[in-house]
């Protein structure tokens, strides 16, 4: 009795693994993309400033015209505001981050952007556009 949703089951995952192998993704969500940055589970917390994984990784180097995508892995929400905390700089804000929903900026200009958590003054993160 078991043996067919298991043989169906296999065979799903060949046709996936052949899709995927050729090139085209047959899945479509809306977060598809692999992330830049995550908001990992307890960033709420105090404490990950210590060792710099409130946003990981803390700092990415990027180019100009590339887009810079953040995932709340988190169980709460998060922003991803420009500037520093009570001195946002009005570059970008995501607003509140809902968890596993991501927040994405294409940064047009050469420079250091400096960001922070509107919610969690430590959570800190640089993206360095060259
Ligand atoms: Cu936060």
């Keep these: 009795m078991k043996k067919i949703p298991i043989a169906i089951c296999l065979v799903a995952v060949l046709v996936l693994v052949v899709a995927v192998s050729l090139g085209s993704n047959p899945i479509t969500t809306g977060v598809s993309e692999k992330p ?3 908001i990992p589970m307890s960033a709420s917390r105090p404490g990950c400033e210590k060792t710099n994984w ?9 180019s100009v015209g590339k887009t810079v995508t953040w995932l709340n892995d988190d169980s709460g929400f998060h922003t ?21 929903k991501t927040f994405s900026y294409t940064f047009d200009k050469v420079g250091d952007f400096h960001y922070f958590c509107n919610l969690h ?5 640089t993206v360095i556009v060259k």
């Design 121 to 125: 003054p430590w959570m800190e993160g």
């Design 36 to 38: 830049d940055v995550v």
């Design 80 to 100: 991803v505001t420009s500037g520093y905390y009570d001195k946002s700089d009005g570059t970008f804000d995501s607003g509140h981050i809902d968890p596993e």
């Design 54 to 62: 409130c946003y990981t990784p803390s700092e990415i180097t990027t």
